[in-house]
């Protein structure tokens, strides 16, 4: 388990990260989702034990993470921007990689490289955009760390190719003690795999939930009732969290089960109603305005 206690960090005038807490627990997908700018590639710096917090620790099963050798070495980080030597290969990438983590997998490696139509003589130099990308979570994955830190490393991979790591990373968390770390300023692009999701803005969290959970107990009602007081007694009943109307139509995002909520709505003898569940998004700009935040300027 990471633990993050009261973590702080400012550059000149920067505050990158504003006194952050919160934990990552072991064997699960989490995502760090946030604007660019936000602070996610500053904190997961500092998770990954290359930055000093100015205040505040980072901790691994209880133990600091930086300048302590032997915590760090069960962490791999992935910048946003992978970093290969001058006119190196993927092979000599391996060898390196090979000479760092003494868990790395070179078999498995070469397995994924040509599953993946990488040639592993050729110069990374001429590899495209997402062609890095896949050749720097193969690396991670081989690693066999205990927590793979990936800053942005989904973009610029097509949806095959996010769909094939997708499924090594199950694979991985299945078959033994690993946790993905993902961080993204898109919602989109982590819906399908993370269980648990931390929304970093302005340096600061403002939440970390569980994303089933959190899917299960809030949903989005779409009804007709012609009768005003009927309406208006279903409205008080329900916890609404956001209230739209289109002429008739009336659109309600509520928290509750999604069978609770249209028993009461069909109780009130509506033309027409149906609960839908809501996007990742909708979710988070949702209940970021609740925390009196408006995230859809920065959201995509």
């Known amino acids: 388990m990471i633990e993050l206690r009261n973590l702080d960090k400012t550059f000149q005038d920067i505050h990158a990260v504003d006194h952050v807490s919160t934990v990552i627990q072991d064997g699960i997908v989490f995502g760090l989702i946030g604007s660019n700018g936000a602070g996610k590639s500053t904190l997961m710096r500092m998770i990954s034990g290359i930055l000093k917090p100015d205040s505040g620790k980072v901790l691994l099963d209880g133990e600091p993470i930086f300048e302590n050798p032997a915590v760090k070495s069960q962490i791999c980080f992935l910048s946003d921007t992978p970093y290969f030597f001058p006119n190196a290969d993927p092979a000599q990438m391996r060898d390196y990689y090979s000479l760092i983590y003494p868990t790395f997998d070179r078999n498995l490696f070469d397995s994924l490289i040509k599953k993946f139509g990488l040639n592993p003589s050729r110069r990374i130099r001429t590899f495209s955009k997402g062609m890095k990308k896949q050749l720097s979570l193969l690396l991670g994955l081989c690693t066999k760390t205990r927590y793979l830190l990936c800053d942005e490393t989904f973009d610029g991979l097509d949806p095959v ?105 069909e109780a009130e003898s509506p033309v027409f109603a149906e609960v839908l569940p809501l996007t990742l998004e909708e979710i988070f700009i949702n209940e970021t305005e609740v925390a009196g935040y408006d995230v859809r300027d920065f959201i995509y």
């Open 161 to 265: 190719m996010r769909q094939a790591v997708k499924s090594l990373f199950a694979s991985e968390i299945m078959n033994r003690d690993f946790t993905p770390v993902i961080s993204s300023h898109n919602l989109r692009e982590l819906e399908d795999i993370c269980d648990t999701a931390g929304l970093l803005h302005n340096g600061k969290i403002l939440f970390t939930r569980d994303l089933d959970q959190m899917k299960y107990n809030i949903c989005k009602l779409q009804c007709v009732i012609q009768d005003p007081a009927r309406e208006m007694h279903l409205i008080h009943s329900l916890k609404v969290i956001k209230q739209e109307r289109s002429g008739s139509l009336l659109t309600l995002t509520v928290r509750g089960r999604r069978n609770e909520v249209l028993e009461l709505a």
